[in-house]
């Protein structure tokens, strides 16, 4: 028989509270010894590129920033819709912690991205398919954050900003695979495929490292906003008068 | 390479500004994520505290005297 | 106005913003990509006169011709079937040079000759420190990706 405590258990806002509080010191530790190795090497030891020069070094921000803007859209997506499906809290609360995070890494995709374009393609900004469809993802989260505010019982709007977030998923396939699509200003991917990445490891290392680094940065930042989100969702409940002495 | 000079280091092939740049918002963007995610999590737990206090009979009863 | 219906007009607005900021920038997306044309295209006569358009495709080597003294540039855009030549007037992107991807926004003049009021560069998505480079001219390497 299939053991379904651990899903009982995650539904359950004192023990998510606590492990979320748990994992936080982790989650940061980790995320502060990758950035910090990523970023070091990719501005100071990594080789500069064969055409681009040192402004190559942009991709150690702009990239991590740009699969975070999609990864934190995903988790959002995806909490709200078991949010919706099993009447499940927790999830809302995950999804509503995610966004804000997501939306600030998609403004430093697309900032970043300008700063990268101008030099190298000659242009801030240009109406392609890339481009277009990450700011449509600033939209989303912008929307989803507007949508939120404007109820002011949770339940409400928990499910009506679920929907939106569902809705738009279909942003994300668009984003991955538009520079296949379409004829588009912006290269393809350098890590994200499964053939083998088009850099040596000098340069994909501390790339690697930025990757994972700024997902656990995610990690640490969610749980934090999540804490958060559990304590306004249960100030009425017992279980806090022990959290609040501890803390 | 390995051991570029300091002054290699900031002039960054002649794109200084526009690395430097992205690497600075970049900072300032992740300290202003740090810092709003902790207020969110001191606002609620303040909040969590005004009514855990209301709540205590203790309280209550210095509120009558 | 009652509270409740202030809110649904709140959230019909937030919901008409995220749309209507969706529809302009997909618009702006389609425009971009229709005006879009290669060299073979606008050899055969496809691409319109009088109206702004891009065309794209790579640099020709040995093409590039600088006029001394002024910034104008003429060079040949090519997809290996046909060519067109381009002639622009100011400041190329750092990643310009022969046989680079370029997408150049301007007019037709004639049949071959784009005048171009801006040129942006393409580049893959391969990265590689300019000793590797070196390197992979030399004939002795086999089976790497230049």
Redesign the interface.
């Known amino acids: 028989m299939t053991d379904w405590t651990w899903f009982h258990r995650l539904a359950s806002p004192p023990y998510v509270y606590r492990t979320a509080a748990r994992l936080q010191t982790w989650f940061t530790a980790l995320a502060g010894l990758l950035v910090g190795y990523g970023l070091f090497a990719g501005l100071f030891v990594a080789p500069p590129d064969y055409q681009q020069g040192d402004a190559f070094r942009i991709i150690y921000i702009h990239a991590p920033s740009a699969w975070l803007s999609m990864m934190c859209y995903s988790t959002m997506a995806i909490a709200a819709g078991v949010g919706l499906i099993w009447r499940m809290k927790i999830a809302h609360a995950v999804a509503a912690a995610s966004a804000p995070i997501g939306a600030s890494f998609t403004f430093l995709a697309l900032l970043t991205g300008s700063l990268w374009g101008r030099p190298m393609w000659g242009t801030w900004w240009v109406w392609d398919a890339r481009l277009t469809s990450e700011l449509i993802l600033l939209f989303l989260y912008l929307g989803y954050m507007a949508l939120r505010t404007s109820f002011d019982d949770r339940t409400r709007a928990d499910r009506a900003s679920a929907v939106l977030a569902i809705v738009g998923v279909i942003n994300l396939p668009i984003i991955h695979f538009s520079v296949y699509w379409w004829n588009s200003l912006h290269q393809g991917s350098t890590v994200m495929k499964f053939d083998k990445p088009s850099m040596p490891a000098s340069m994909l290392w501390p790339l690697l490292a930025c990757l994972l680094g700024f997902s656990f940065l995610y990690a640490a930042l969610l749980c934090v906003r999540l804490r958060a989100e559990i304590l306004l969702r249960e100030r009425n409940a017992s279980w806090l008068a022990g959290v609040v002495e501890l803390r | 390479m390995m051991g570029r000079s300091f002054s290699d280091v900031i002039a960054m092939g002649g794109y200084a500004g526009f690395v430097w740049t992205a690497y600075g918002a970049w900072l300032v963007v992740i300290v202003l994520n740090i810092l709003a995610a902790r207020k969110a999590h001191a606002d609620a737990l303040k909040q969590v505290r005004r009514r855990l206090a209301m709540r205590d009979p203790a309280n209550v009863e210095v509120d009558r005297s | 106005m009652t509270p409740r219906r202030k ?1 649904l007009m ?2 019909v607005g ?2 008409l ?2 749309s209507l ?2 529809l302009f ?2 618009r ?2 389609r ?3 229709s005006y ?1 044309y290669d060299p073979t295209q606008v050899a055969q006569g496809e691409a319109p006169r009088g109206r702004s358009i891009r065309v ?1 495709g790579m640099v020709t080597k040995g093409s590039v011709k600088r006029e001394s003294g002024s910034l104008e540039v003429k060079f040949d855009v090519t997809d290996f079937r046909h060519t067109v030549t381009v002639s622009y007037r100011g ?6 040079r022969e046989g680079q991807g370029i ?1 150049a926004h301007g007019q037709l003049a004639s049949d071959r000759v784009f005048v171009a009021d ?16 070196q390197s992979l001219k030399k004939p002795m390497n086999e089976g790497a990706t230049p």
């Open positions: 809110r709140l959230v937030i919901l913003g995220v900021a969706t920038a997909t702006a997306l425009e971009n990509l879009f794209g400041v190329l992107p750092d990643l310009f997408i801006e040129v942006l560069a393409k580049h893959d998505e391969k990265y590689m420190p300019p000793e590797v480079k």
